[in-house]
């Protein structure tokens, strides 16, 4: 039976689990180990929903590689977004002549990484791609590509495993998603 989830009097139901989160980043990691043999990237992931996700696939990462963070504002309480991105922290790394891969936990709107794509390339990285576990299907606001991505998922709202519910549910280590219409129905 689907395992279901009661959180601001929203239902939601297990969508993808611990391990097949664990095999999937084990597969991308190992295209990031094979891309950038020989080099040294920085993974800058994008704070707050990004902070598990890097943190596992970091560890499955054999190269060298720096880590940095990156935070944007949030979605703030809502399911949806607010369509206006702000910089709440930036890097602290240089930049400029580096191989920099983008860690985000999902693509919703595009609008996220876009505006992250523009501070970025204004610094001269020799490189930039992007990594999101997550990437919602739609007309995402980007007219780039998004270099690894872990799951196409639909675009209902989503949370656990660092994606979060006004600011709640971080925690959970699987990835749940809203019912239809979000109401209770029968266990
Ligand atoms: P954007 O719409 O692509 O700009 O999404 C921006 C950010 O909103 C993502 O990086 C997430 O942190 C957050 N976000 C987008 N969709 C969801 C969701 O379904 N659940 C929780 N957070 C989300
Ligand atoms: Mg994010």
Known sequence: MTELLKINGDMFEKFISEEQIRGRIKELAARINADYSGRIPI???????????????????SIDCEIDFFKLSSYGDAKISSGQV??????????SGRDIIVVEDIVDSGLSIAFTKKIIEKENPKSLKFVSLLLKKGIPKIDFTIDYIGFEIPRDFVIGYGLDYAQKVRNLKSIYRITPHGTARPE
Do not use: H, P, T
């Open 43 to 61: 993974f800058i992931g994008v704070l707050n929903g990004a902070f598990i996700f890097l943190s596992d696939l970091i560890r499955e990462i």
């Open 86 to 95: 702000k910089l709440l922290k930036d890097l602290d790394c240089q930049v």
